[in-house]
């Protein structure tokens, strides 16, 4: 099962910055935080991830609190493209790799 | 540079048959997930493979289910004698030793 959690569904205004959050609570001091989206049924993209420091880059930038407890994924000017459902994900660095994937936000952009 | 790719993109089987799905990962990654969403449910892992070694099998059904990534060529997720609730997305994704895995588009397999 997944270990993070995250609300089912979010809405957003085109345009506005979409901030997504995920409680993960039993994250140990070596896991990452991931994120991914899946558009329609594509495959999954890599969005960004994350250890302790906050990260951004050209898709979107990832806060995550001091505690490590939980972490927000913010896309700075949603699109209509942006529509999708996004997952949060933790991954111990060095396991054998698997991604637990959750059942994610599902974010609606709406024009 | 090509990311994974992944063919055929639609698989259509009747009950009974086999269904062979390859994936190729992004150039220079040797290691390969497969991870399958059954319709409106959430992705599964199934295998974990690195080349000609199968390091995690923990997600695949116990029967009728195979996995290979030969020295050469593409990564192959084997379904024999497929039935009705196979018929699912089957995603591959690669990457370089264990770090970010990258995803090809699916395969979709409709079984009659």
């Known amino acids: 099962d997944a270990k993070t959690t995250q609300p089912p569904s979010m809405d957003c205004a085109e345009g506005r910055a979409a901030n997504l959050p995920c409680n993960h609570s039993?994250?140990?001091?070596?896991?990452?935080v991931y994120w991914y989206r899946q558009i329609h049924s594509q495959g999954p993209q890599y969005i960004i991830h994350g250890l302790k420091n906050n990260e951004t880059n050209e898709m979107a930038s990832l806060i995550i609190t001091e505690d490590r407890k939980s972490s927000t994924l913010i896309l700075p000017h949603a699109t209509l493209r942006d529509t999708a459902v996004y997952y949060c994900?933790?991954?111990?660095?060095?396991?054998?790799?698997?991604?637990?994937f959750g059942q994610g936000t599902t974010l609606q952009v709406k024009p | 540079n090509a990311g994974v790719m992944q063919n055929p993109r639609h698989l259509v089987r009747r009950r009974g048959q086999e269904a062979r799905l390859r994936c190729s990962p992004v150039?220079?990654?040797?290691?390969v997930y497969w991870y399958r969403q059954l319709p409106e449910e959430g992705l599964k892992f199934m295998v974990y493979l690195q080349k000609e070694n199968i390091i995690d099998e923990s997600g695949m059904p116990k029967e009728r289910f195979s996995a290979e990534f030969p020295k050469e060529g593409p990564s192959i997720l084997r379904i024999q004698q497929v039935v009705r609730g196979d018929s699912a997305a089957y995603f591959c994704?690669?990457?370089?030793?264990?770090?970010?895995?990258?995803f090809g588009p699916g395969t979709r397999l409709l079984v009659l």
């Open positions: 994900i933790d991954r111990r660095s060095g396991n054998t790799g698997k991604l637990i």
């Open positions: 039993t994250i140990s001091g070596n896991e990452y």
């Open positions: 150039k220079g990654h040797s290691h």
């Open positions: 994704a690669s990457s370089v030793g264990q770090e970010t895995q990258y």
